[in-house]
């Protein structure tokens, strides 16, 4: 530039250079924009560049399924949420954007957070032409004078009427929460139902989902099933991560993604305070634990026999959808599983499941019921609520009439119920008859309560509370053929007299 070039033009001459590239890059607007947004010192990282990249393939339209999993405190937020309806307005200022998350202050939270941005000097200066409504501003729902739109919308607040280019789930769930079966189904149901329908145009709109993982059957992992093109970034590197991600540049195993932020020593230092499936799923975005959370595999021994004189039970947990190709339900399943009086140890000989609808859920207990024989007691989980009820009152003297029925309402929280037959488990009181079965239980015993299905765990666990609850006899029952063994045994061995 000329040497007499004065303050004033060197100014406007910066200002022309960062509307170029902050409009050409998201990255550049990203980094630009990033005094704006936090006061921290900026951090780069790697991740960051991957992240971005993503972004801006989606924003061209070049990629319109995109779900992208990343452990908590990464900046996902700033960049998906704060940054980027932003950056698109820079040359798109009619787009619409409709942004969520599980929690409605969050987004909200985010939403201000991208408004603020917007409105401030730096922005304006450098994109004049974006301008909010006067009319229309308001911390949920404002409007660009261009017609682009700016909505807040969750699982519980709806987005009925509006429309979008872009749809944005931005922690679709809560962590606590999201071992609930039917917190995680809220969420499902609005993503892939209703935020579907909300593209002003069906074949050309975008959806994007960012979050950490934290259950198998979370709106994550559903994506990855569905078929979106997925960035998967651990906290520390795994070369044999099942969703392992091209972009992941990382080639040293347990390397941190974040060096700069999260190092080596901060990383051990956080994982100390979390829990297994903790680590694998917020973390390691793998929601099942490779050396398992609540079970262990080596805490099992596999026999090829079983012993006289065990106490057997055959307990269920029910589901009632049958499997489609567009779904996979929870299993109905049945569990055989025994007491030794004479030594303590606990049998599971046979499990027996199936993703059938109520009909089939009959016909299979049934079937089952035929094949164990009226000596062993069943036991049917009930309801708290009327229907349960009248569920086991159709089981006990319509389809299993002559069996050994019982039937109890069960701890609401799967852990807690889990927790005593985990117990026997962890000293070695429990083994397996060996069968084609062992590998998909141990498999979700050890995945527990962090993988797709828990129906094997729930009924083995159902099953041990059987055993020894005392209202079904089963253990009074148990004492008292130990007692008549050992009389048999005593009366064999005592000398006849002669006479």
Not at 64 to 82: A, G, H
Not at 362 to 391: E, H, S, Y
Not at 482 to 495: F, I, S
């Amino acid at each position: 530039m000329p040497l007499d070039t004065t303050n004033e033009e060197l100014l406007l001459h910066r200002v022309e250079i960062e509307r170029a590239a902050g409009r050409e890059s998201f990255i550049e607007f990203y980094k630009m924009a990033w005094p704006i947004m936090d006061p921290e010192p900026f951090k780069d990282g790697r991740h960051i560049r991957v992240i971005a990249y993503h972004l801006q393939l989606a924003a061209c339209r070049e990629i319109r399924q995109l779900v992208i999993c990343i452990p908590p405190r990464y900046s996902k937020s700033l960049m998906c949420s704060v940054a980027f309806p932003a950056w698109v307005w820079t040359w798109w200022p009619s787009a619409k954007f409709i942004t969520c998350s599980y929690d409605q202050k969050l987004a909200t939270r985010d939403s201000l957070a991208s408004r603020r941005l917007v409105e401030s000097s730096w922005y304006q200066e450098r994109w004049p032409e974006v301008c909010l409504e006067r009319d229309q501003n308001q911390k949920m729902w404002y409007h660009t004078t261009a017609g682009g739109v700016r909505y807040v919308g969750s699982p519980t607040a709806g987005v009925t009427g509006h429309g979008s280019d872009f749809n944005i789930f931005d922690d679709a769930h809560n962590i606590i929460q999201s071992e609930s079966d039917a917190d995680r189904e809220t969420a499902r149901v609005f993503w892939f139902e209703s935020m579907s329908s909300r593209f002003n145009d069906p074949a050309r709109g975008v959806s994007m989902v960012v979050g950490q993982r934290v259950n198998a059957k979370d709106v994550p992992g559903e994506c990855i099933r569905r078929g979106y093109y997925h960035v998967v970034l651990p906290a520390r590197f795994e070369a044999k991560h099942p969703e392992r991600s091209p972009y992941d540049w990382r080639t040293e195993e347990n390397a941190p993604l974040w060096e700069e932020k999260f190092s080596d020593a901060v990383l051990t230092q956080l994982w100390e305070s979390l829990r297994p499936y903790a680590v694998a799923g917020q973390q390691q975005q793998r929601p099942t634990s490779r050396e398992g959370g609540l079970f262990k595999r080596e805490w099992f021994e596999i026999v090829d026999a079983l012993p006289a004189g065990i106490v057997w039970v055959r307990a269920w947990d029910f589901a009632g959808t049958k499997k489609t190709l567009k779904n996979d339900p929870d299993y109905t399943v049945g569990c055989k599983i025994g007491l030794n009086p004479n030594t303590g140890v606990i049998y599971i000989a046979n499990i027996v499941r199936g993703q059938e609808d109520p009909g089939g859920v009959v016909a299979m207990v049934k079937n089952t019921a035929t094949l164990d024989g009226k000596g062993i007691r069943i036991f049917i989980p009930q309801d708290p609520a009327q229907a349960g009820k009248a569920q086991v009152n159709d089981y006990t003297t319509k389809h299993l009439p002559g069996y050994m029925v019982h039937s109890a309402t069960m701890a609401e929280n799967k852990a807690d119920r889990a927790d005593p037959f985990a117990a026997q488990c962890k000293v070695g009181n429990v083994k397996l008859f060996r069968a084609q079965w062992n590998e998909d239980f141990l498999a979700e015993l050890t995945g527990f309560p962090a993988a797709g299905h828990d129906d094997q765990v729930d009924a083995a666990a159902s099953g041990y509370t059987m055993l020894f609850e005392g209202t079904t006899g089963l253990l009074d029952w148990a004492r008292g053929e130990v007692a008549r063994q050992k009389a048999a045994e005593e009366a064999r061995l005592k000398p006849t007299v002669s006479r």
